[in-house]
Nanobody, 126 residues
């Protein structure tokens, strides 16, 4: 059974930084893209960033470009690790952040992802 477990969320002041991690396990993944999404209270889940299997291609939402960096580490100790380095955080970045995994090419479409983690809360105070 595929499991995605996020960690690294927390409370930070505006302008601060956090690094989110996601560990995917449960099977051998080949040619899977991974992504980060977020959902603020009362809003729909939205795309944040995505990365291809090889790590050569990345996508970012306009709202986080230049501030967030997505990266991955495949098959480290039988886990596939995904990261999101978040710098210059703003109060509007407050949300539950989810990692997701899909078979195939990189995508910003929420509905394209097959597996989801439970989420980690990020709160940015002004």
């Amino acid at each position: 059974q595929v499991q995605l477990v996020e960690s690294g969320g927390g409370f930070v002041q505006a302008g601060g930084s956090l690094r989110l991690s996601c560990a995917a396990s449960g099977r051998t993944f080949m040619s899977y893209a991974m992504g980060w999404f977020r959902q603020a209270p009362g809003k729909e889940r939205e795309f944040v960033a995505a990365i291809s299997w090889s790590g050569d291609y990345t996508l970012y939402a306009d709202s986080v470009k230049g501030r967030f960096t997505i990266s991955r580490d495949n098959a480290k100790n039988l886990q596939y690790l995904l990261y999101l380095q978040m710098n210059s955080l703003k109060p509007e970045d407050t949300a539950v952040y989810y990692c997701a995994l899909r078979a195939g090419l990189i995508s910003a479409d929420t509905t394209a992802y097959d597996y989801w983690g439970q989420g980690t809360q990020v709160t940015v105070s002004s």
